[in-house]
């Protein structure tokens, strides 16, 4: 297991709430169209089951994207993501909807993000996370950077900060399955 800093697991233990920022956070932030103007994207497996954890551990989970994207909300119903919100203007406002709908606090919200879009919600977050290839800004704003870049299992390293905050690393090991 990593060694997480002190103040990190604090703050990691508290969180009930996670939203995450999609391009460049859940994919490597790189947007494909097709001929026929359609849009793809490619996320990373490792960071689907780091969600699918967080999910079965109990921690509610958030996308949330400025972007109109029917992939984001195919991959939100295929991970069974409750709160799953695109064409977002103020990710901010909506983690706080999300929070004050789920009786927290903002201390007890994470928020990923990698970029300026993400910088009102990465300062508000009780747990505010980059992956590794975060711009500057949104990196100074952090409490903790990935190992790993966006799109290439970031996500799934802020999954298991959270888990092993939380201290459900162990029983998820000795289940030894997809929940």
Known sequence: MPAYPADVLERARRIRLVGFDVDGTLT????LYGTDGHEAKSFHVQDGMGLTLLR?????LALVTARISPVVEQRGRELKIAHVHTHERSKLACMQQIAAGMGIGMDAVAFMGDDLPDLAALRAAGLAIVPANAHPWARAAAHWVTPRPGG?????????????AQGRVEAILAHGEHP
């Open 28 to 31: 490597d932030g790189r947007l």
């Open 56 to 60: 079965h551990a109990g921690i509610e």
């Open 152 to 164: 290439e299992g970031a996500a799934r390293d802020a999954c298991d900060l959270l888990l092993n």
